[in-house]
């Protein structure tokens, strides 16, 4: 079990020195945390699932301060899990898996409550949501059938659009020659329902490909990625750049940008050494991550053009396992506690 540590970014700035962020006991105990969201309008909301069938299968809470929190109730989800989230100015979307194996979406509007909502047809379990309007948002899945899939809702997850399957581009990639079959999805980040990227794994190479669309799946443009990444998540993208936290072939994990629509991608050289263990950016330049700290401890920190600098935490007695930014807050939890910084 990691202890916790925080690392963070601010635009245009030094980042601040000697940070103290002291934890904040959850509310329900006996259900562990396991997801964050927070909406541009900086409430946030920690969830979480037992993942077992037990009298009390799931806890939520929200703050609007990053401070003090209050319960907000959700529905029993026994056997399931809730791994994904992201948000409009209003309200989340959060996504998991539930006890047949199937999609399950949470929706929440205001201070809630939390509700169960529809998910698209025939899936076998949400990878990552990504939002970009009121209560609009893109689900990235798998479906039944193995395939990785893109499905949009305009009404919080009433209703689904008809799943499209991503079907890569093949192409010559730097990583592996001309793109194998199959691909695994890992992460997407969509700008509308026709703009998506998206990073996975192509065949068994091991490594990464990233795919880009413009019409909402019809079409893939085969992105550049670097040979030595095995895994590339957290992707956040907003006009025309991304952020993303990629794992090498070293296992640690590192900020990388892309300014080309995620087409193409690069490590930029201000690393502070840490390994990323998740990532939430605001802007480009504005991000906190969850860093690993040592063999059995992780940290939080955040960055200022990509200069990272360490957050000390206190009270924060198990690993911080989720990870969110509004818009000047972020929100990371533990199983039994939250903490707040802003950015």
Same mark, same amino acid.
């Given at each position: 079990?990691?202890?916790?540590? #925080?690392?963070? $970014?601010?635009?245009?700035?030094?980042?601040?020195?000697?940070?103290?962020?002291?934890?904040?006991?959850?509310?329900?105990?006996?259900?562990?945390?396991? &997801?964050?969201?927070?909406?541009?309008?900086?409430?946030?909301?920690?969830?979480?699932?037992?993942?077992?069938?037990?009298?009390?299968?799931? =806890? @939520?809470?929200?703050?609007?301060?990053?401070?003090?929190?209050?319960?907000?109730?959700? !529905? !029993? @989800?026994?056997?399931?899990?809730? /791994?994904?989230?992201?948000?409009?100015?209003?309200?989340?979307?959060?996504?998991?898996?539930?006890?047949?194996? =199937?999609?399950?979406?949470?929706?929440?509007?205001?201070?809630? !409550?939390? =509700?169960? *909502?529809?998910?698209?047809?025939?899936?076998?379990?949400?990878?990552?949501?990504?939002?970009?309007?009121?209560? /609009?948002? /893109?689900? #990235?899945?798998?479906?039944?059938?193995?395939?990785?899939?893109?499905?949009?809702?305009?009404?919080?997850?009433?209703?689904?659009?008809?799943?499209?399957?991503?079907? !890569?581009? +093949?192409?010559?990639?730097?990583?592996?020659?001309?793109?194998?079959?199959?691909?695994?999805?890992?992460? +997407?980040?969509?700008?509308?329902? #026709?703009?998506?990227?998206?990073?996975?794994?192509?065949?068994?190479?091991?490594?990464?490909?990233?795919?880009?669309?413009?019409?909402?799946?019809?079409?893939?443009?085969?992105?550049?990625?670097?040979?030595?990444?095995?895994?590339?998540?957290?992707?956040?993208?907003?006009?025309?750049?991304?952020? +993303?936290?990629?794992?090498?072939?070293?296992?640690?994990?590192?900020?990388?940008?892309? $300014?080309?629509?995620?087409?193409?991608?690069?490590?930029?050289?201000?690393?502070?050494?840490? %390994?990323?263990?998740?990532?939430?950016?605001?802007?480009?330049?504005?991000?906190?991550?969850? *860093?690993?700290?040592?063999?059995?401890?992780?940290?939080? &920190?955040?960055?200022?053009?990509?200069?990272? %600098?360490?957050?000390?935490?206190?009270? *924060?007695?198990?690993?911080?396992?989720? #990870? +969110?930014?509004?818009?000047?807050?972020?929100?990371?939890?533990?199983?039994?506690?939250?903490?707040?910084?802003?950015?």
């Amino acid at each position: 079990m990691f202890a916790s540590a #925080l690392l963070l $970014a601010a635009c245009g700035s030094s980042s601040p020195a000697g940070v103290v962020v002291d934890g904040t006991p959850s509310i329900s105990l006996s259900v562990p945390l396991t &997801a964050v969201g927070c909406t541009t309008n900086d409430t946030c909301y920690a969830v979480g699932t037992t993942g077992v069938d037990s009298r009390v299968t799931t =806890a @939520a809470q929200y703050s609007d301060d990053g401070h003090t929190w209050h319960a907000v109730a959700a !529905p !029993p @989800a026994p056997v399931s899990t809730i /791994t994904s989230s992201s948000c409009w100015s209003t309200g989340c979307l959060f996504g998991g898996t539930n006890e047949n194996g =199937a999609d399950l979406l949470w929706s929440v509007e205001g201070h809630g !409550p939390i =509700a169960t *909502v529809a998910s698209p047809a025939r899936g076998a379990g949400v990878i990552s949501v990504s939002c970009y309007g009121t209560a /609009t948002c /893109t689900v #990235l899945d798998q479906g039944t059938d193995g395939s990785s899939r893109l499905s949009t809702t305009v009404n919080g997850g009433a209703t689904w659009s008809a799943p499209v399957a991503i079907h !890569p581009a +093949a192409g010559t990639n730097p990583n592996h020659g001309t793109a194998p079959q199959g691909f695994t999805a890992l992460s +997407a980040s969509c700008l509308s329902s #026709l703009n998506c990227v998206v990073a996975g794994t192509p065949g068994d190479t091991g490594t990464v490909d990233v795919q880009v669309t413009e019409d909402g799946g019809l079409t893939w443009i085969l992105g550049t990625t670097d040979a030595a990444w095995t895994s590339l998540s957290d992707m956040h993208c907003q006009s025309n750049w991304c952020v +993303a936290r990629a794992v090498g072939t070293d296992g640690r994990g590192v900020l990388v940008t892309s $300014a080309t629509d995620g087409v193409s991608w690069a490590t930029p050289s201000s690393q502070d050494g840490n %390994s990323l263990q998740s990532l939430s950016c605001v802007s480009f330049h504005r991000c906190a991550s969850i *860093v690993a700290t040592g063999a059995s401890s992780s940290g939080l &920190a955040m960055s200022s053009k990509k200069a990272w %600098s360490d957050v000390t935490l206190r009270y *924060v007695p198990n690993g911080l396992v989720s #990870l +969110a930014c509004g818009n000047t807050m972020c929100v990371a939890a533990s199983a039994q506690s939250v903490v707040s910084i802003s950015v």
